[in-house]
């Protein structure tokens, strides 16, 4: 009766976290398309539920006090890259805000320590094949989760993650997915015949970037269609830009690739990047660059899509219920 009850929690609770994975990445994903930008106050209402799921979980396995604590350090430590980072300084000076952080961050790390010495007897290795208690196993799940935090906050600072928001939504993703156990998978034969398995949030970045793969045949594909296409010319620029109509140029997030060229004879012509530039261009920069190709009579000009990650984070979501860690399912195809 009692693994029945655990398996129902988990499959209830893993739907629960689906549920929520959707709505939050979809809204987003809306927020990034529409305004470029996805408030800090979203990620902290839509970490509510996580907070919510995570009670219940803890509530229903009933570990040792340090767990929670070092389920609370997870939380502390993504709650810097919305709230920012306190330091001693303020807090010394009074800061309420940063001295309760500092507090949190304190307890937190206690709880790891704790925990640390409690579960000294198990390894990495021993969760893996499944020798390690339930207790351990969760543990070790929140530090490898608290590893995946760290790295991609440094990826974010270092910037191989440009965007705010897409750092902060796998930030987010990997705490409502600590582990691989609250993801409900479809198809899980591929998942059960590999041990080491990619993180969800990280592997929810992997998804994405396949999606990202399609974008040159879906712009060939959609110039084609509006027949945009004319010469070979626009067969080079029709893969990696979409063709538009000037006049529409101002309500549309994109960088603009078609620019005027004088040549030495005197005569001016239009000339198509293939590149964006390296730097976004101001609004009056931009304005200028209209101006210049409505002066020469363009109607229909190149641009690149201004693409934010959250765009292929959301659909994604799809893949990775159907088959879970990509990696599990690409690497069988190369060992037959």
Not at 64 to 77: N, R
Not at 136 to 163: C, E, K, N
Not at 266 to 276: D, P, S, T, W, Y
Not at 293 to 304: D, H, K, M, P, Y
Request: charged share 15%.
């Amino acid at each position: 009766m009692g693994t029945t009850m655990d398996v129902d929690s988990d499959l209830i609770l893993g739907w629960a976290r689906m549920a929520v994975l959707v709505l939050c990445m979809g809204w987003a994903a809306w927020f990034d398309h529409k305004e470029r930008r996805v408030s800090n106050e979203h990620w902290i209402v839509w970490s509510k539920p996580i907070a919510f799921i995570w009670t219940l979980d803890l509530l229903i396995q009933q570990p040792h006090w340090s767990v929670w604590l070092s389920a609370s350090a997870l939380i502390a430590y993504a709650s810097g890259s919305v709230i920012g980072r306190p330091t001693f300084r303020d807090a010394s000076s009074g800061n309420r805000v940063d001295q309760i952080v500092l507090l949190w961050y304190l307890v937190s790390l206690i709880g790891i320590v704790v925990a640390a010495l409690r579960f000294s007897t198990s390894n990495p290795i021993d969760v893996l094949i499944g020798e390690s208690s339930p207790e351990a196993t969760l543990w070790w799940s929140y530090i490898a989760a608290l590893i995946t935090l760290f790295v991609i906050d440094m990826a974010w600072r270092l910037r191989f993650i440009h965007g705010g928001a897409d750092a902060k939504a796998l930030m987010w993703v990997t705490l409502l997915f600590p582990s691989w156990v609250g993801v409900p998978v479809h198809f899980t034969t591929q998942m059960d015949e590999i041990v080491l398995h990619l993180p969800p949030s990280l592997s929810l970045l992997i998804w994405g970037g396949f999606l990202f793969i399609l974008i040159p045949l879906i712009l060939l594909v959609r110039n084609i269609a509006t027949g945009s296409v004319k010469s070979f010319s626009d067969v080079t620029m029709a893969w990696m830009a979409l063709s538009i109509p000037l006049d529409s140029v101002r309500n549309r997030h994109v960088w603009i690739l078609t620019d005027t060229m004088d040549l030495p004879s005197g005569e001016r012509v239009l000339n198509h990047k293939r590149r964006a530039p390296r730097q976004t261009p101001t609004e009056q920069e931009m304005e200028d660059h209209i101006q210049r190709l409505e002066a020469f009579g363009a109607e229909n000009i190149w641009v690149s899509l201004k693409l934010p990650l959250l765009l292929f984070l959301f659909p994604a979501i799809l893949p990775l219920w159907l088959f879970g860690d990509p990696m599990a399912t690409i690497l069988p195809l190369f060992l037959q």
